[in-house]
Structure formats: C-alpha cells, structure tokens
C-alpha cells in the first residue's frame, strides 16, 4: 500500500458503504470546530473528491447525517454549509480524549459496576442505555449488570447524564474480591477475540503507510488522502477497548502496538493534513 492508493482504497470504499458517514463527521470534527463550526458545501465536496467520493454520494451522505441530527445546515455570508448540531459536538469533544489520550487501566484502578432497571413502557430507553454503555466499552458481567475499568466513571456520568438516564441507573465501584480467575472473566465479559482481529487488521493496513511515510516526503495532500481515512478507522477502537489492564489481557497484546502506530502516524500526519484541508476551506 502506498500513500497514493490509500485514498481511493479507504475512502473510495467508505462511498459504496456506511463508512462515508463516519468519514464525514471525521472531517468535520477534525476541521469545522476550528473555522466557527462550519464548512461551506463546496469545500466538503472538495475535500471528499480528494478522498475519491463523488459529488452525489457526499450529497447523499450529508442528507442522512442531517436526518439523523448530526449536521444542520447553515449559511454564512450567502454560501450555503453545514454545522455541527450542538448534541453532536459534545460527543465529539468527548470522543477526542477518548480518541488521542488512550488512557489504560492499572489493575488496582478498580471497577464500575452498572445496573439499570427500566420500566416495560419506556423499552426505548433500555436500548438506549444498552447502547450507550456498550459505546463506552463496558461489557457484561451478568443480565442486567455491566462492568468496565473504573477509570471510566467520570466519562460514564457524564454521558448518561447528557442523554438523560440518569433516573434508571446506579453505579457502583470496587474491586473484583472473589471467586474464579479474573483474566477468564474479563475474556468472557467482552470480546477479546474479535477486538484482537480488530486491531490487526489495523496493524496490516497501516504498518505499511508507515513504511511510505518513513520512505520519502508526503505532501499535504496525500497527508490528507492517508489521515481521514485512518483515523476513521481507528477512532471506533477507543471505545471498543475500554482501556482494560494489559495484565489481564492475553500476552502480546495487539491494542498496544496498533496504538503507537496510530500514535507515531498521528504525529507525522496531522499536521500536512491539516494545512490541505485549511487551504481548501478558505478557497472554497
């Protein structure tokens, strides 16, 4: 793979599948927060085209992340654009310690046990809790009671408070004191197996950016092409790894190498991606 191909092969994809979505509200997370929460639509099209998106699937894919309440749309000195909706960003800025912290657990951080009692007529709000602790990497110890590393507590409050569940929830923290192997239970509480395939799958597409990167100068633009895209990818693992203890993870595990790939690309990436995306914000 080569940083010239990464756009078309991500991005490209991400325009005949639900990945443009999320490409898109990367983008605006990325650069709208810092221009008055807004970007023209001529720029985003701009932008997308440079990732190898059509003019209409963008189109598309904005119509359904404004129906979804993500995006609303704006004008600003007669061009017409779109902002991010307030709900939205505050999961964005939420997201970017998740996303660019990565802070793990030690083991003797504890636990944050979650119960929840909800009522038959507002099964709504059950999925929405499900859902809600299920994004912050909580797994499930047992019906009804889900677990995750305490240094989580502060963010899950914040965000069950935010989508008003507060009512149907306690939450409780401690440590694991008997019985049985912790590191078993943490394997059966979540995913570990599909999580690993997860982060090696990231590791095999962008160990060899690393190797382009590293080979000669990027310009701005393939900076651009290779960044969105694979921070795209990257930013749903935060969340599905809740940062747990690497001593009750299996040996070797993979989060730790594909987050120093990340981290080492993030670095060398950023910044060239950036001033594409500016250049082409401000001359749209």
């Not at 191909?5 to 443009?20: H, I, K, M, N, V």
């Not at 996303?99 to 636990?111: S, V």
């Not at 990340?262 to 001359?283: M, N, Q, S, W």
């Given at each position: 793979?080569?940083?010239?191909?990464?756009?078309?092969?991500?991005?490209?994809?991400?325009?005949?599948?639900?990945?443009?979505?999320?490409?898109?509200?990367?983008?605006?997370?990325?650069?709208?927060?810092?221009?008055?929460?807004?970007?023209?639509?001529?720029?985003?099209?701009?932008?997308?085209?440079?990732?190898g998106?059509?003019?209409?699937?963008?189109?598309?894919?904005?119509?359904?992340?404004?129906?979804?309440?993500?995006?609303?749309?704006e004008?600003?000195?007669?061009?017409?654009?779109?902002?991010?909706?307030?709900?939205?960003?505050?999961?964005?800025?939420?997201?970017?310690?998740?996303?660019?912290?990565?802070?793990?657990?030690a083991?003797?951080?504890?636990?944050?046990?979650?119960?929840f009692?909800?009522?038959?007529?507002e099964?709504?709000?059950?999925?929405?809790l499900?859902?809600?602790?299920?994004?912050?990497?909580?797994?499930?110890?047992?019906?009804?009671?889900?677990?995750?590393?305490?240094?989580?507590?502060?963010?899950?409050?914040?965000?069950?408070?935010?989508?008003?569940?507060?009512?149907?929830?306690?939450?409780?923290?401690?440590?694991?004191?008997?019985?049985?192997?912790?590191?078993?239970?943490?394997?059966?509480?979540?995913?570990?197996?599909?999580?690993?395939a997860?982060?090696?799958?990231?590791?095999?597409?962008?160990?060899?950016?690393?190797?382009?990167?590293?080979?000669?100068?990027?310009?701005?633009?393939?900076?651009?092409?290779?960044?969105?895209?694979?921070?795209?990818?990257?930013?749903?693992?935060?969340?599905?790894?809740?940062?747990?203890?690497?001593?009750?993870?299996?040996?070797?595990?993979?989060?730790?190498?594909?987050?120093?790939?990340?981290?080492?690309?993030?670095?060398?990436?950023?910044?060239?991606?950036?001033?594409?995306?500016?250049?082409?914000?401000?001359?749209?």
């Amino acid at each position: 793979m080569t940083a010239g191909a990464e756009p078309s092969s991500a991005a490209g994809a991400g325009g005949r599948d639900s990945r443009l979505g999320p490409l898109i509200i990367t983008l605006f997370g990325l650069y709208a927060r810092g221009e008055r929460n807004w970007l023209s639509v001529a720029s985003v099209i701009r932008l997308m085209a440079d990732l190898g998106v059509e003019d209409q699937a963008v189109r598309s894919a904005v119509s359904r992340l404004k129906r979804r309440g993500m995006l609303r749309s704006e004008r600003h000195e007669g061009a017409a654009g779109y902002a991010v909706a307030d709900s939205a960003l505050e999961v964005l800025a939420e997201g970017d310690i998740r996303i660019f912290e990565r802070n793990r657990a030690a083991a003797g951080d504890g636990w944050l046990l979650v119960v929840f009692s909800v009522p038959e007529s507002e099964r709504d709000k059950r999925h929405a809790l499900r859902t809600a602790l299920t994004r912050l990497g909580f797994g499930t110890a047992a019906p009804g009671v889900w677990v995750a590393p305490g240094i989580l507590g502060d963010e899950t409050r914040r965000t069950l408070r935010r989508l008003g569940l507060t009512p149907y929830v306690d939450i409780f923290t401690g440590d694991h004191f008997a019985f049985g192997d912790l590191s078993a239970k943490v394997r059966a509480w979540w995913d570990l197996d599909e999580l690993g395939a997860l982060y090696a799958d990231f590791l095999a597409r962008y160990a060899p950016v690393r190797e382009r990167v590293a080979a000669g100068p990027v310009t701005p633009r393939e900076a651009f092409g290779i960044y969105l895209p694979m921070l795209t990818e990257w930013r749903r693992l935060p969340y599905r790894d809740p940062g747990l203890p690497l001593s009750l993870l299996p040996p070797g595990w993979g989060g730790e190498s594909a987050g120093a790939l990340f981290e080492e690309l993030d670095g060398t990436l950023r910044a060239p991606a950036r001033d594409h995306a500016l250049a082409v914000i401000h001359t749209a």
